[in-house]
């Protein structure tokens, strides 16, 4: 689990800003305006930042932006480098998948802009563009 003060920044790539339409595969329709941030490896392994392989702690956090736009909302940490991995690898809205794709809108984020994700405690998270 997350210590409260532990952050880290991700900059954004087109497959976070576009999740649901720059896509490799046909698995599912395109979406318009999903968004994800990625968590790096480094960062998963010494923060504890799991997915739902691991059952002793939730992988789903309370979160808000910096700039009021989100506030108590939730983020599912999700997804895994292999199969069966506990180690989380994405940040996303937990059961909405546009709800950082909105975020990103708002700000006119692009390519190459960063966000910083910081513990505000060991459940909740403060995302703020940079």
């Known amino acids: 689990m997350p210590n409260t003060g532990n952050f880290y920044i991700a900059t954004l790539k087109k497959t976070h800003l576009g999740w649901g339409t720059h896509r490799t595969t046909n698995s599912r329709p395109k979406i318009k305006n999903e968004g994800y941030i990625p ?12 997915n739902l392989h691991y059952t002793k702690q939730s992988n789903v956090y309370k979160f808000s932006t910096n700039d009021g ?60 563009k940079i």
């Open 39 to 50: 968590i790096p490896f480094k960062y998963a392994l010494s923060f504890h930042i799991t």
């Open 69 to 128: 736009f989100i506030k108590d909302h939730e983020l599912k940490a999700s997804g895994n480098r292999k199969r069966g991995d506990k180690y989380a690898k994405n940040l996303h809205g937990n059961g909405d998948l546009k709800l950082l794709g909105t975020w990103f809108l708002h700000n006119n984020m692009q390519i190459g802009d960063q966000v910083k994700v910081e513990f505000v405690s060991p459940s909740e998270i403060l995302l703020t």
